[in-house]
């Protein structure tokens, strides 16, 4: 037992409708870290992001804990950090407060575009992958059925309403954000404050992860990446 609490336990959150098969790679040293992972819930009708992080907090099982989300996980993370005292707040691929989203999401957010999109089509995606063409479409597709399995409607419409219309004014304090310079749903030009990952996209979790594994123990232990180099 007292192994057991000398682990600092790590949760992780995943991006919007993906499962939590996209840390697959990552790997934290079994001797200082306990990996947890979390899932998407389906929101209650109409519920607010502020309910929605509480009911999330039920899974967190220990204290002191490290939160770690991807995209809108990150969104989440931060909104259930408000009532957890934690030990780290690490975002991936994500924003840290309104003013960090790109232009178009706060148009769609301001004209309420974001309501016409389709999340229905997300049910085809097995049907896409049967008839892809060309390597790169196929392997695409797969990825799509492999990481994104969350394809309930009502979750998909919510997740995009409040992703859009996250009413944050203010960066956390303390946060510590890790981006790609080439993410294309968050373009760096509009983060701040981050430790930047050279050529990552938004889905570097996946196709970075020998980084992740590198540098996410120095992290959560002192906050910061000791060496220069951080490619």
Not at 56 to 68: A, G, S, W
Not at 80 to 91: F, H, Q, V
Not at 196 to 213: A, C, D, S
């Amino acid at each position: 037992m007292t192994e057991e609490k000398e682990l600092i336990h790590v949760y992780f959150m995943p991006g919007m409708a993906a499962n939590s098969s996209i840390f697959e790679n990552i790997k934290l040293p079994e001797d200082h870290f306990k990996m947890h992972f979390l899932e998407w819930i389906i929101p209650k009708r109409d519920e607010s992001l502020k309910s929605y992080a509480l009911r999330m907090n039920k899974y967190v099982k220990h204290e002191n804990v490290v939160l770690i989300g991807v995209s809108f996980g990150g969104v989440i993370v931060q909104e259930m950090a408000k009532s957890l005292d934690l030990k780290r707040l690490i975002i991936i691929s994500s924003v840290k407060c309104r003013e960090e989203l790109p232009r178009r999401m706060r148009y769609a957010a301001s004209t309420g575009l974001f309501k016409l999109i389709p999340t229905s089509l997300l049910d085809y995606v097995d049907h896409f992958e049967k008839i892809a063409v060309g390597d790169f479409i196929k392997k695409r597709a797969k990825l799509y059925r492999q990481y994104l399995s969350v394809r309930n409607q009502r979750y998909l419409d919510w997740a995009i309403k409040n992703m859009v219309l996250w009413n944050c004014a203010k960066a956390r304090e303390g946060i510590i954000h890790i981006h790609g310079d080439k993410d294309e749903i968050f373009p760096i030009k509009y983060i701040s404050d981050c430790i930047t990952v050279k050529n990552g996209t938004h889905i570097m979790i996946l196709n970075r992860y020998r980084w992740f594994n590198k540098y996410l123990p120095q992290l959560i232990l002192s906050g910061k990446i000791e060496e220069k180099n951080k490619k």
